[in-house]
């Protein structure tokens, strides 16, 4: 099922209607043919009742419009310098790209408007350079960009800042997508990009806590094309912003499938543990026959009906990600034995690789401990190597499973490995 079908966004509304979503798109993407139908993603949020504030970059069209006139640009991202001429053609380009922007939103029968909604100082003298027309966010229009928002109309935030004398600065677009977001509260910043997201050390980083983010910042190894949004996105989530989001612009539907699925396309930093591990309640069920359905055809795990996991429902676990199960896991206990069983660990496809496995593993041994057990046994065809490696057991005999477990055993002539952890 496609993540843009409503049976499947609709899960996600309850929770974000009348929320507000910063979306922050870079220059070279509003100017990219795929631009018209991250418009049409916007028009979807839209009649979803989310408010969505538009800010976009310039970087791209000044760097066009100083090779058409034969200058040299002072700075294009607006965290240089900004000299007279750079500011001409920062002017020339960002009106132009609000233009586009609210053609594209007249298409989709959508109001907006462009606003000088940020205020802004000289960023000053730094280092005993000046900085020109350089601006830095003093503060946001919060009444301003809520009195449109709430009259249906999408405000559009240039990469220009005003003060109070009527003066002009350039100032960098993500810094003012961080600033608009922390200023309304969002529930989301998403920033899109020409990259496929946060790459670090030639790796995607598919999502990851701010905490761990700024660690590595603290290392400064990541490539000049990826550290702004990096530390932007750290700021925004060490401001307050839950959830931020960094997508390629170039993927068809990619604002969708980022917003309303577990997996995204994307980075995603967040500012808090998102994840959980909790008991499966019977509601559960029907979700975790899907989630494993596809490992059960390959006779990875054995197959349970729902009447067989119903009645042992208090032995299983399910591991979410906003509130959607991604993960699953059984604790079967032989108390007179003072054994327990790992069973039914399965991680969706989609996510991984990123330790949840290993996190499941981790998380029965501790349940059994705390219920009182010597050893925790697990079974396994295929996956054997991997409970070796990331889970710390050891091959064992089918005389170390419980009297009851072994005649099941026996009887399934699926001639799995046992594998065996003492855990006192």
Do not use: W
Not at 22 to 46: C, H, K, M, P, Q
Not at 166 to 194: H, M
Not at 214 to 241: P, Q, T, W, Y
């Amino acid at each position: 099922m496609k993540p843009t079908d409503l049976r499947g966004i609709l899960q996600y509304i309850p929770r974000f209607r009348e929320k507000t979503f910063i979306i922050s798109v870079d220059g070279a993407i509003v100017t990219d043919e795929n631009f018209a139908n991250i418009l049409l993603d916007v028009a979807v949020l839209r009649s979803l009742s989310i408010r969505v504030v538009l800010v976009h970059g310039a970087a791209a069209q000044i760097k066009i419009l100083a090779e058409q006139q034969k200058i040299t640009p002072s700075d294009l991202d607006g965290s240089g310098i900004t000299d007279a001429e750079t500011l001409k053609l920062a002017l020339t380009a960002a009106n132009r790209l609000t233009h586009e922007i609210l053609e594209g939103l007249s298409a989709n029968d959508l109001r907006a408007a462009c606003t000088n909604a940020i205020i802004a100082h000289p960023l000053g003298i730094l280092q005993g350079v000046d900085h020109l027309f350089t601006g830095k966010v003093e503060r946001v229009d919060i009444e301003l960009l809520q009195t449109l928002l709430a009259q249906g109309i999408i405000p559009i935030v240039p990469p220009l800042g005003f003060d109070g004398d009527g003066k002009t600065y350039r100032v960098n677009s993500d810094s003012v997508a961080v600033a608009v977001a922390d200023a309304l509260k969002a529930t989301k910043l998403i920033f899109i990009t020409t990259q496929d997201g946060i790459i670090y050390q030639g790796e995607l980083i598919r999502q990851m806590l701010v905490a761990d983010l700024n660690e590595l910042l603290k290392k400064n190894n990541f490539g000049a094309d990826m550290i702004s949004k990096a530390r932007h996105a750290a700021a925004a989530c060490n401001a307050g912003v839950q959830r931020v989001h960094i997508i390629n612009g170039r993927v068809d539907e990619g604002l969708l499938a980022e917003v309303f699925s577990n997996e995204g396309i994307g980075t995603l930093i967040y500012a808090n543990e998102y994840q959980q591990i909790r008991r499966a309640m019977k509601k559960d069920i029907r979700s975790i026959l899907l989630l494993t359905k596809n490992s059960v055809a390959t006779d990875e795990l054995v197959k349970r009906t729902r009447a067989a996991i119903e009645k042992q429902l208090n032995d299983y676990y399910i591991f979410e990600i906003d509130r959607n199960p991604v993960a699953c896991v059984a604790l079967h206990t032989y108390a007179e034995q003072s054994k327990g069983e790992l069973a039914y660990l399965y991680v969706n496809p989609s996510h991984e690789n990123l330790g949840i496995g290993r996190k499941l593993i981790q998380f029965v041994e501790s349940k059994a401990r705390e219920s009182g057990l010597n050893e925790l046994l697990t079974l396994s065809t295929q996956a054997f190597t991997y409970f070796q490696s990331k889970g710390g057991f050891v091959e064992g005999t089918s005389d170390d499973l419980p009297p009851a477990r072994r005649e099941k055993y026996d009887q399934s002539g699926r001639n799995s490995k046992v594998l065996v952890k003492k855990l006192k």
